[in-house]
């Protein structure tokens, strides 16, 4: 069974020691690998095989390399003093969009491009909400990625990971399309309103880079590693999520043109809720005006559930509404403080943004 998700920020005061580690056994490994051409290893490949690869085989691996080559460039390493993630350059005037969870806690980078130049980065603003960010670099000419319609993306697809896992700059695994999920929740209570599911490898530094598709366009943003018990909490192999590039392309896009999203497209009651040991979903105060206070809904009440989902704790309140959208009216049963219950008809609003 599977634990939790986990964001998937480097952070720093882990990665010399393991980099150093990694990048000793590479060089240790690749003495006999050094020369492409007259590799022991590929030496005996062909004298020992039947004959050349087939040509599908051949023309899937020259895809491959392909959108490599052609996607690399875009997509960067950006470090603070917490930690490092990846970025994919959204634009020719040097913005980047990223995880919120790789920029949260500075204002300014370092992003390093696959070709090792460094430049000096700002944030233009985050969206928490939906664990999207948007930083600008100065002075660089950066390529940008170009972005997939992911409602077009199927089950079965293949997918390509591209960033900086545990630091290792431009790395690259691919997978399939595994699933699309809706309302996945991220360890801090943030839930995500749908998912790309991939068996591409991502790990620790993927976080914000690219899973593209084998055209070489970005269709979602490697965001999320499922966590197995059985594996002492590590990520369970071949269980990786990514923010579609539909919604991506969506929240950088205000970001850019307003400097802040000034329409989440999410669904919001207007309340500050909290926990009460599974027994419902307290409410700590309610925004006058807003959707919950027109409906009659007061401070003190617990909300049982909506649209008719128990909600006992606070992440299933959030999976839920991450589901609905704003302007639709559901129902939604409160026990008041005196134990009685009452349903109210909440017309729901649009999550105020930045």
């Known amino acids: 069974m599977l634990n939790?998700?986990?964001?998937?920020?480097?952070?720093?005061?882990?990665?010399a020691p393991l980099?150093?580690?990694?990048?000793?056994?590479?060089?240790?490994?690749?003495?006999?690998?050094?020369k492409d051409s007259t590799s022991p290893i590929r030496s005996a490949s062909s004298t020992t095989g039947s004959g050349a690869a087939p040509a599908d085989a051949l023309a899937l691996q020259s895809a491959f390399v392909k959108v490599v080559k052609s996607v690399s460039p875009s997509v960067v390493q950006i470090e603070d003093r917490n930690g490092l993630?990846?970025?994919i350059v959204f634009d020719t005037a040097g913005h980047v969009v990223t995880n919120n969870h790789v920029v949260t806690g500075a204002k300014?980078?370092?992003?390093t491009t696959s070709s090792g130049k460094q430049y000096r980065a700002t944030l233009v603003s985050s969206f928490p909400p939906d664990d999207l960010a948007v930083i600008k670099v100065s002075g660089a000419h950066l390529k940008p990625a170009t972005f997939a319609d992911s409602s077009k993306a199927q089950v079965g697809d293949l997918a390509i990971a591209i960033g900086n896992p545990l630091g290792l700059r431009s790395s690259v695994t691919e997978g399939i399309v595994s699933a699309f999920r809706q309302a996945v929740q991220e360890d801090n209570n943030v839930t995500l309103p749908s998912m790309i599911q991939t068996s591409a490898a991502i790990n620790p530094g993927?976080?914000?880079?690219?899973?593209?598709?084998i055209d070489g366009h970005v269709i979602?943003?490697?965001?999320?590693?499922?966590?197995?018990?059985?594996?002492?909490?590590?990520?369970?192999p071949g269980i990786g999520f990514a923010i579609p590039s539909n919604l991506v392309k969506n929240i950088a896009t205000q970001i850019v043109k307003n400097g802040k999203v000034v329409d989440s497209h999410r669904a919001f009651l207007g309340?500050?809720?909290g926990d009460t040991n599974g027994n419902g979903v307290i409410v700590g105060s309610v925004t006058a005006g807003g959707a919950a206070a027109k409906a009659g809904m007061r401070a003190g009440d617990v909300i049982v559930s909506i649209n008719g989902t128990p909600t006992p704790t606070t992440g299933v309140l959030a999976a839920v509404l991450a589901?609905?959208?704003?302007?639709?009216?559901?129902?939604v049963v409160v026990r008041h403080q005196s134990g009685t219950k009452t349903t109210l008809h909440v017309t729901l609003a649009t999550y105020p943004g930045s």
Do not use: C, W, Y
């Not at 964001?7 to 720093?12: D, G, I």
């Not at 589901?323 to 129902?331: A, D, Q, S, V």
């Open 4 to 15: 939790h998700l986990i964001p998937l920020r480097r952070h720093a005061r882990l990665l």
């Open 108 to 111: 300014s980078f370092t992003v």
């Open 323 to 331: 589901e609905l959208k704003p302007g639709r009216t559901i129902p």
């Open 206 to 213: 993927n976080s914000g880079g690219a899973l593209v598709d």
């Open 19 to 34: 980099l150093a580690a990694i990048v000793a056994g590479a060089a240790v490994a690749g003495v006999s690998l050094a």
């Open 220 to 236: 979602g943003i490697p965001t999320l590693a499922a966590t197995d018990p059985q594996l002492g909490g590590g990520s369970a």
């Open 85 to 87: 993630g990846s970025g």
């Open 271 to 273: 309340v500050r809720v």
